[in-house]
């Protein structure tokens, strides 16, 4: 007479083991899928706010050094060498044309005191310095309230049109908004 064994193996997992093992990676995919996009929301903001201190850092530095030429994308905008309308340099700004975007422009002066900026039509998308922030960013405008920020040739100086001496990015999410501030010509962010 023989008798037959049977062996089961004990190796696998339970149920209840593969229930806990998926729990904990659905929970740890959901705290790192949000803290991606939080992080991508923060870095739209800084991003915007990186673009625009190097847009009024242009016009500073190209004001200082009165080039008369402004080449962006591979477009050229000036007036300012054109002996036939006999203009010079005023200087260099960044316009803020809406709560969602802003330009670079070059300001030349005639003989009359005519003043032109150049550019002629900076809220064109297509003029190469028109720049859009980034869908959930925009101006507050309920911190400041300033519409153009100008560096003149040689008085190393900025003028600012409009209320404050600060602009404030803000994000349609729940982040804390960047303020760059003009104060004497120096640009900070805080």
Same mark, same amino acid.
């Given at each position: ?6 062996? &089961? ?12 093992? &998926? ?127 100008? &560096? ?39």
């Amino acid at each position: 007479m023989s008798t037959k064994t049977h062996i &089961f193996s004990n190796k696998g997992f339970t149920l209840i083991e593969l229930i806990v093992v &998926f729990t904990v990676i659905a929970i740890l995919s959901t705290i790192g899928t949000a803290s991606l996009v939080s992080y991508s929301r923060t870095q739209s903001l800084n991003q915007a706010t990186n673009d625009l201190v190097q847009a009024l850092n242009s016009a500073k530095t190209f004001s200082a050094s009165q080039i008369k030429v402004l080449n962006i994308n591979g477009k050229t905008y000036s007036q300012c060498q054109n002996p036939a309308q006999s203009y010079t340099l005023s200087g260099y700004g960044v316009k803020i044309l809406s709560q969602h975007s802003y330009a670079l422009y070059i300001a030349c002066i005639n003989n009359n005191g005519i003043v032109a900026d150049y550019p002629a039509n900076l809220s064109d998308p297509t003029n190469g310095t028109f720049v859009a922030l980034p869908s959930d960013v925009s101006f507050d405008s309920t911190s400041t309230n300033i519409t153009d920020i100008f &560096f003149p040739v040689l008085s190393g100086g900025v003028t600012v049109t409009g209320i404050g001496n600060a602009i404030v990015l803000k994000s349609n999410y729940n982040i804390s908004p960047k303020t760059i501030s003009i104060a004497q010509g120096i640009i900070s962010v805080k």
